[in-house]
């Protein structure tokens, strides 16, 4: 690690410090409504309670399962779709500004009908994590055809290289930033997806838990549960970082 991560890694750590010691001491004072907020002390204390009890290990394995599930389907369809229409230009004519409008839709507007149509189980939980990755990725790889060298196709062309080849060996290649790009994204489309599932409608999971203790204005819970799916993210994100390293190992790093 350069000195240039271990100086923002420092400062990340003393804002959080800073932020912690005085939303204590501001609760300690009574600065704060305790119904609207809570306590370091008491969001702590519940975050130990869950995962001592068992209690949150089933929600977290829910959340996780529907994200992981819909990112799959969501960078396979997404993919898909992308080469597909960006191979074809009436195609794209045609589909783009329909996928476009559709992607302009709020997540929340379509949940009800997911609920209706899957149920309030797992499946709809899939599909609204699936559908929330499908547009990010379709979106960005979309991009990448786009930005692909249009007179390397055309000398390709020329050499009698058929669309498979200019696939493989140029359309491919060139979208893979792109696609590790769509990667990072989709993680946590597909969370907030299936958050959003479970918050709408759904017996188990996180967001499940997060709705539940709102109805019953537990804001330590909810402040708990927020904190549990940021280091979820956290961790996720390094992640995928790392496999993002470790696919695009010939692109410079900013930091250098």
Known sequence: MDKTKIKSSCYL???????????????????????????????????????????????????????FVGLFYGILSGTIVALIVGENQVLARVIEPILVGIHGLPLLALGPLFVVWFGIGIKSKIVMATISVFFLVFFNIYAGIKDVDVQLIQTLKLMRASKFQIMQKVILPSCIPWMMASLKAGVGGA??????????????????????????????????????????????????????????????????
């Open 191 to 256: 969370v907030l997806g299936a958050i959003v599932g479970e918050y709408l409608g759904a017996t188990a999971g996180l967001g499940w838990v997060i709705q539940m203790a709102g109805g019953y204005y537990n804001i330590t819970r909810v402040i708990a549960c927020v904190i549990i799916l940021m280091v979820i993210m956290f961790i996720l994100n390094a992640i995928v970082s790392w496999i993002d390293r470790k696919v695009l190992v010939w692109r410079p790093s900013i930091d250098k």
């Open 13 to 67: 750590v003393i804002l959080l410090v800073v932020f912690v010691v005085v939303w204590q001491l501001m609760a300690d004072k009574g600065m704060i409504n305790p119904l609207f907020f809570s306590s370091p002390e008491k969001v702590w204390a519940d975050i130990v309670e869950m995962f001592s009890t068992g209690y949150i290990f089933p929600h977290i394995q829910i959340t996780l399962y529907a994200s």
